[in-house]
T-cell receptor, first 117, second 114 residues
């Protein structure tokens, strides 16, 4: 569905443990993004990638790291989970906004609901 | 970076009325403005978008307008229906070092009463 899948869909973990979320795409898109969604805050960018091994920080990157070793996979790691990282995490993908491309948009995965207890 | 403000946070209308959601952005270099609809428990889905070289775009009951000078853009939904009830997000995309970064507003919860 939509060429992008996230795993797991739900996860409960304990404070202080590392957690890795996976985003997998079959669209061969260059750009991939990780967002977190919290009530009253909308979608906030954690990290993004503009190619294999090319990543950069977003506005809420503290406590998170990412890796992209293949075009199709973008991993988000919470190095030591805290209760403030309880959230819904969305991955998004986007094609290159080439001139003449009428609509490159952003396609979202189904999200991962993470609870840190 | 970009900053996007979205208003109102909640909008309640009667079925058949029109709804308008407004967003402002800060970076004049932003050039792509998509709108997303998110139903409860689901992923955000693109409903309409506009580029900076266009002032208005329509798709059936929805339309988006862009005022580059004032740096604001709006979503218009006419003849609202109960199934339009959802959270709507606007976004502005700017370029940073060859990457294209969408910044989202905080969302508007639209409630359409039958």
């Amino acid at each position: 569905d939509a060429g992008i899948t996230q795993s797991p869909r739900h996860k409960v973990t304990e404070t202080g443990t590392p957690v890795t979320l996976r985003c997998h795409q079959t669209e061969n898109h260059r750009y991939m993004y990780w967002y977190r969604q919290d009530p009253g805050h909308g979608l906030r960018l954690i990290h993004y990638s503009y190619g294999v091994k090319d990543t950069d920080k977003g506005e809420v990157s503290d406590g998170y790291s990412v890796s992209r070793s293949k075009t199709e996979d973008f991993l988000l790691t919470l190095e030591s989970a805290t209760s403030s990282q309880t959230s819904v995490y969305f991955c998004a993908i986007s094609a290159s906004p080439q001139k003449g491309n009428p609509n490159y948009g952003y396609t979202f995965g189904s999200g991962t609901r993470l609870t840190v207890v | 970076g970009e900053n996007v403000e979205q208003h109102p946070s909640t909008l309640s209308v009667q079925e058949g009325d029109s709804a308008v959601i407004k967003c402002t952005y800060s970076d004049s270099a932003s050039n792509y403005f998509p709108w997303y609809k998110q139903e409860l428990g689901k992923r955000p889905q693109l409903i309409i978008d506009i580029r900076s070289n266009v002032g208005e775009k329509k798709d059936q009951r929805i339309a988006v307008t862009l005022n580059k000078t004032a740096k604001h853009f709006s979503l218009h939904i006419t003849e609202t229906q109960p199934e339009d009830s959802a959270v709507y997000f606007c976004a502005a995309t700017y370029s940073s070092g060859g990457s294209y970064i969408p910044t989202f507003g905080r969302g508007t919860s639209l409630i359409v009463h039958p």
